[in-house]
């Protein structure tokens, strides 16, 4: 009987490292997503393939809404379209009642096209056109105010349609835990919110009603939601005070950790991504005592508006790649290149992704680099990951992909692959095709004295 | 592909090697040990009596289930370690 | 104890410039409980000293590194305590407590007993969370501030605030700077190991003093022992240190210690100042590598915590003694390549074999 062939390799002891048993279960792998084997899917559908798990989505927001809405009255999920704008994905988290949190005109039309009504459009970001401004707000969209030449175009358009507009105002501030992102809305701490909020009260045309920050991205410490409550809920009760206006919802943004490893992170994502329900505890428990004193002021209760994107699809999409070539780097070091790289894989700028191969496989763990198919030096999906020596044609799952991919990949040097959702029943759907040469070239235009074959001929 | 295209180390610098069943090698001459696999630990014991290339892969093929272009690319590719390992 | 007992210990890298506390506190037990008790050392390297030492260990094994999870590492504790049975598991390193608390359960549910804090204990004692946990155990604490930019340190002095002070991050790393141009320095390279945010922390000028004792998970602080460095090495590790004895510092720990409800064992540093307060520095959820002072006092914590693991009653110890003195040294130990090799391609020795 023959032994298997497994690529011969050898390791130098050096210090430090000096442990095979640190890293690696050979049988840590992934055949299958919700019982549907993913091998055959590749060869149906190609490879590389994003697989959509529609289970872990809905059950990521529902845990999400659970989680909030045992703890506050009245709570709202606006999905973030900038994180996963397929049509399928956002349409899954609809039907489960989370509203279109949109940050462009293209992202507004788009929603509108899922079937979004405009009132259940919460429309964000620092450019809103005028046209796509006036449809929003006769459509009934919440708007949120980024700067000072938004709130006067605004009041225009509300001029214009001959209707008061109800307006938020997108804040930011120092919770002392998370950078301020103070280029976006308008700063606390120097003033400017404060004098936004009397130029709205100022106008026949515009009323404020909602309060809207988002203290920053992947934030671990929940502590940093209580101090974000804490300071909105201060605002809130001032310019009510000032202006005499209601603030009937408070918007807080996304920022929750999904169950990534970030680069440079200490410790793994198990350690220290907190729960829906940690991150519920603080902002409600918080929220709970900043505003016990309304209802006996005869004030509402506000709505509390929930962005959460990556955490409720991060890991509800997988990407499978396959090994299309191997090589011993001169430091030793083995690299693979797989059929996929950052064109599809955006995040792999910031995360360390967890990597599975399809299959057991043979041979011991060593330090591997992980390239992608990109003729260029950036493009790498993994700087260092200890895997078993990997074939030519063994496929692999990189995972958790959902948030961000399907929306800042690029059509570089390759076309992009299909995305497939395995449905709550088991079955496949595409839920957007591989791209062809057409879709790709067929915008562009040719003048007839460029086109092949030329007249003149080619120069010897 | 013939054996005189691929550069191993010299002979004498791969007999010194002290080879263990477990995959544990060391280097009496440089003191440095190294971690090597089941096909890696055959062709180094292979490497100590022979450097005819058609024996090595033939050996190979007798022992592991392999084709001849895949354990001559492996092969290939792990010269390189050798190389840059024993010197 | 009437049968022999298997006790599990990590941090056996006890590199003389800065040893992990495992091998003092198999050493502890060794003294405590002669064969009575089996000891495993656990190790995340194969050069890790303390696995070779077979009149401490009687087995020793290499486990997965924090960083890759509780799973792999919860797989490879099964697997050892498949062939070699863990009556108690005992921590010994900072990096790998979050995820020994998260794994207590369900090593608890394979048979391995621990004897940890909670989650919650661990957060709150955890730097940044420190003047929250002062302030409720009346405990001096140098003022602390969040940091997410460096700015502060150009304009901290309108706020009161004044150089020298210690840039720290969140888990590890503290460093001591002088002027704004140093903290911003520091400010980024702290950002850089261990992200946002960076801590300031007034600087207390005085003498560092360590405390160490068990927490017996109901509020009561057990056993402790403190101890003045009286050399160091260049990490800043004790090199030579002599217990001390102030019922103002054991009174401080108890209050701490009764404010977290704190299980198992802990080391707290103080600066004492020049009127003879102590200002808290940090608590670390684990023994010191210093802990063999605890046998030299008559106070064998190791040997307490085991009991407390086990369930057994506890009895009272003798007043400690100040006075006590420790010198650390480092010496070789003659390793057959064999068994360098053994632990290398195999990740275990047992020396009784």
């Known amino acids: 009987m023959k032994q298997t062939w497994v690529k011969p390799f050898l390791t130098a002891h050096r210090m430090g490292g000096m442990n095979k048993f640190g890293a690696v279960r050979a049988q840590n792998h992934q055949s299958d997503i919700d019982g549907v084997e993913i091998a055959p899917l590749l060869e149906k559908y190609g490879s590389p393939l994003f697989i959509v798990s529609e289970k872990t989505l809905r059950d990521n927001v529902r845990r999400l809404r659970r989680a909030f809405a045992t703890r506050w009255p009245k709570v709202r999920h606006g999905w973030s379209y900038k994180t996963n704008y397929l049509a399928a994905i956002c349409n899954v988290l609809h039907q489960e009642g989370s509203w279109a949190e949109v940050v462009s005109e293209f992202e507004y039309r788009k929603a509108r096209a899922n079937g979004v009504p405009g009132s259940r459009i919460i429309f964000n970001g620092p450019w809103k056109p005028n046209d796509i401004l006036e449809l929003a707000a006769q459509e009934g969209a919440t708007i949120h105010l980024d700067h000072l030449d938004e709130l006067y175009a605004l009041e225009q358009v509300a001029c214009k349609l001959g209707k008061q507009v109800p307006v938020g105002i997108r804040l930011n501030f ?185 299959r057991p496989l043979n041979g011991i763990a060593e330090e591997t680099v992980l390239y992608g198919p990109l003729c260029m030096n950036i493009d790498v999906v993994r700087a260092s990951i200890m895997l078993p020596p990997l074939n030519v044609g063994e496929s692999l799952v990189i995972r958790p992909v959902g948030a961000y991919n399907n929306t800042q990949w690029m059509q570089f040097i390759q076309r992009r692959p299909a995305v497939v959702m395995v449905t709550q029943n088991g079955e496949v759907s595409v839920i957007r095709a591989s791209e062809q040469l057409e879709d790709v070239s067929g915008l562009e235009q040719v003048p007839l004295a460029l086109q092949q074959p030329f007249p003149q001929g080619i120069p010897a | 592909m013939n054996g005189q295209a691929v550069e191993f180390p010299k002979q004498a610098l791969l007999t010194r090697l002290a080879l263990s069943d477990s995959g544990f090698v ?62 | 104890m009437s049968r022999v007992i298997t006790v599990a210990i990590t941090g056996m890298n006890a590199l003389p410039e800065s040893p992990g506390p495992g091998l003092a506190v198999a050493r502890c037990l060794r003294e405590q409980y002669g064969d009575r008790v089996r000891i495993i050392g656990l190790g995340y390297d194969a050069l890790d000293p303390g696995l070779y030492l077979s009149e401490f260990c009687d087995a020793s094994h290499l486990i997965a590194y924090p960083l890759h999870g509780s799973e792999v590492l919860l797989e490879r504790l099964s697997l050892i305590h498949q062939a070699d049975p863990i009556d108690v598991l005992i921590p010994c390193l900072d990096a790998e407590l979050p995820l020994m608390v998260l794994l207590a359960p369900r090593l608890s549910a394979i048979g391995i007993r621990t004897f940890l804090p909670t989650a919650e204990q661990l957060t709150r004692r955890a730097k940044d969370q420190l003047p929250e946990l002062c302030e409720l155990a009346e405990v001096h604490c140098p003022e602390l501030r969040a940091l997410t930019h460096p700015n502060f340190f150009h304009t901290c002095h309108n706020e009161g605030w004044h150089y020298p002070m210690v840039v720290k991050g969140v888990f590890y790393d503290a460093k001591v700077v002088y002027n704004a141009e140093e903290a911003t320095t520091a400010f980024y390279k702290v950002a850089a190991e261990w992200g946002l945010p960076v801590l300031a922390q007034r600087f207390v000028a005085g003498e560092e003093y360590n405390l160490t004792a068990v927490g017996d998970g109901a509020g009561k602080l057990l056993g402790e022992v403190m101890m003045k460095k009286r050399a160091l090495t260049s990490k800043g590790k004790a090199w030579a240190g002599i217990s001390t004895l102030d019922e103002n510092l054991s009174a401080a720990a108890g209050r701490l210690v009764a404010a977290l409800n704190w299980r198992g064992p802990l080391e707290v540093e103080v600066m004492r100042d020049a009127q003879g307060e102590y200002h808290l520095i940090e608590i670390n959820p684990r023994f010191p590598a210093w802990i063999y002072l605890s046998q030299g006092v008559g106070r064998n914590l190791p040997a307490l915590l085991l009991e407390l693991a086990l369930g057994h009653p506890v009895h009272e110890f003798p007043t400690s003694v100040a006075g006590t003195f420790f010198v650390r040294y480092a010496l070789e130990t003659i390793v057959p390549l064999s068994t360098f090799e053994h632990l290398m391609m195999a990740g275990t020795l047992d020396f009784n074999k």
Request: glycine share 8%; aromatic share 10%; net charge negative.
């Open chain 1, 174 to 358: 120092d919770t002392g835990y998370t950078d301020s992102w103070s280029r976006f809305g308008f700063n606390l701490e120097s003033g400017a919110a404060k004098d936004a909020v009397q130029r709205i009260a100022a106008s026949p045309w515009l009323k404020l009603t909602g309060l809207h920050s988002h203290i920053g991205t992947f934030v671990l410490d929940v502590r940093a939601y209580s101090a974000q409550i804490r300071i909105m809920t201060d605002f809130m009760e001032q310019v009510e005070r000032d202006t005499g206006c209601v603030i009937e919802y408070l918007d807080i943004g996304g920022g929750f950790a999904s169950r990534n490893a970030l680069q440079g992170m200490y410790l793994p994502p198990d350690q220290i991504v907190p729960s829906f329900e940690q991150y519920a505890e603080a902002i409600c428990g918080t929220l709970m005592e900043a505003t016990k004193g309304r209802a006996a002021a005869g004030k509402p209760l506000p709505t509390l508006i929930l962005e959460t994107g990556r955490a409720v699809v991060d890991d509800a999409e997988i990407l499978v790649t396959t090994v299309v070539g191997g090589k011993r780097l001169p430091d030793g070091r083995r690299a693979a290149i797989l059929d996929a790289g950052i064109n599809l894989l955006f995040t792999a700028f910031w995360y360390n992704h967890e990597v599975k191969p399809l």
């Open chain 2, 26 to 87: 060391f280097d009496p001459v440089t003191g440095n040990s190294f971690t090597v696999n089941t096909s890696g630990l055959s062709i180094l014991r292979l490497l100590q009596k022979t450097e005819d290339w058609t024996d090595i892969i033939a050996t190979l093929q007798a022992e592991f289930e392999v084709s001849y272009s895949v354990a001559e690319r492996d092969v290939l590719e792990f010269a390189t370690a050798l190389r840059s390992a024993f010197k």
